[in-house]
């Protein structure tokens, strides 16, 4: 490890990062051929844009503009749709939304070249992006680790009359080269820190839209083109969704906070400039307010990683860092160090957070098909929870009053407020949430649904392998056995919420989210006035 500071300080100097419009050749480890076929000159290319919802620092529409640049393309087309793997309730829709219409007041010169829509039936969807391919020199796809949804673009691969590429832009690592599947995010970050210089020098380009792609022709209509029926396609310009199928759930409201990209650099400017000196000291404080907010922007691609591990070190090399030390720091003596070659504490927890317990998510849905079920979790938690699951809780509280914060734990109410009102939740007390699911739930399985069904109804980031991490974390994977033994968590890690109100502060934070004990105001009827 000790050979490789040297390397990654030298990897990760600004003028190493991509800059706008410099040629970008997609590493091959980034890339999936689904169907292969040649590539006739002058025909579009198509974009299918349904995981990483951002027209910068993403390898799918760089490989896209490749494609388009080398084969003399008469048109760049891109399609956009949300994840036929989320779950859509109306937050998720307004989300999504809101970076549907960024995209097309940015790509207006495209005319029809840029359409988006919500398939009110994927398979029907398929087969008319299927038609619209066969007209083309290419289609390129978003990758993603989930097994179902790389057997949908299997099948898309298998009947395509074109080339079909699915290309990777989920982290820093790319899925490809992920050794194994690895049971602690120890082992994980080890090979991390050991793959990530080489992987710095090559990122996708912050704007390959407009400097390395610059035509504008409209695209006239045509009986295969755009992939959608009417009724599926937005009126993009108003404010309201205008497309959304009769299956979105309308009992989830949306949410103040906008989608999209703009919004999202936004909160990561401000991030950036105000709190993350200070993340390491302060981001377990729900008071502090310390915590960055971008998980659900980072689980709809609005916000790249790649383009926030350049900013974490070119503001690191602001303040001093590498030049103020010659050698490795202290922390990073350690056989397996959770500090960066160096970095300030505050840069190098939030680089942990990102490059570690983001991508140790898809690491295992890289190689596990179950990655959120019961039998995913480590043999040692399934069977020490087994052995506890008649033990007496303390109390058991239906999916309705846990949803509407009805129980009698002031803290884990404003949480579950938080999560309810805002779609996000703190980042301590979700582990917390999870632990007094668990113990007021009547088996370890049906806590682990409620989870689930929390989460992915009411989080921005529901739906998202990091959250299925957490989520899991909490009966024991990525974790080890604790003692002493416990009922109904037996050695499975332990958090009482009278712990946590001793070491946090929390004042301000009930104050904005509490409700009395057992005594929610709120019901699913608020949701059906909304």
Known sequence: ????????????????????????????????????APIPLSRPIIYWMGVQHRLSWNFALDRAV???QL??????????????????????????????????????????GFVAGCPHRWEVFLERLLQAASHCGALIVDDFPYHEYRELLDRLGNKAQCRVEAVDSCGLLPLAVHPRCFPTARGFRRVVQELLPYWLQHLPDPRPVGDRWQRAHHVASADWWPPFTPEEMPDLSTDSPSCEPAWVDHTVPPVRERGGSKAAHARWRHFLTHKIEHYDSQRNHPDAEATS?????????????FELVRDIFRRANESGWPERTNSPSPAAQKPIPTNWWGLPSGFAEFLDQLLVWREIGFNFCVFQRDYKSWNSLPEWARRTLTTHRRDPRPKIYTESQLAFSATDDILWNAAQTELREHGRMHNYLRMLWGKKILEWSPTPESALETMIELNDRYALDGCDPNSYTGICWILGRYDRPWGPERPIFGTVRYMSTASAMRKLRVKAYLQKYGTAPGNSSEGPGLFDRL
Not at 19 to 31: D, F, L
Not at 80 to 95: G, I, V
């Open 1 to 36: 490890m000790k050979t490789e500071h040297p390397r990654a300080r030298e990897a990760v100097k600004s003028h190493e990062f991509p800059r706008p419009g410099h040629a970008i050749a997609v590493p091959r480890e980034r890339i999936r051929l689904l169907r292969d």
């Open 66 to 68: 490749e494609i388009a």
């Open 71 to 112: 084969c003399q393309a008469s048109h760049l087309l891109v399609v956009e749709t949300p994840a036929p793997f989320q779950r859509l309730t109306a937050r998720h829709f307004k989300f999504w939304w809101d970076a549907v219409r960024e995209h097309s007041s940015d790509l207006s010169a495209w005319g029809r």
């Open 293 to 305: 907010g971008l998980s659900g922007y980072l689980h709809f691609g609005m916000i790249s990683p």
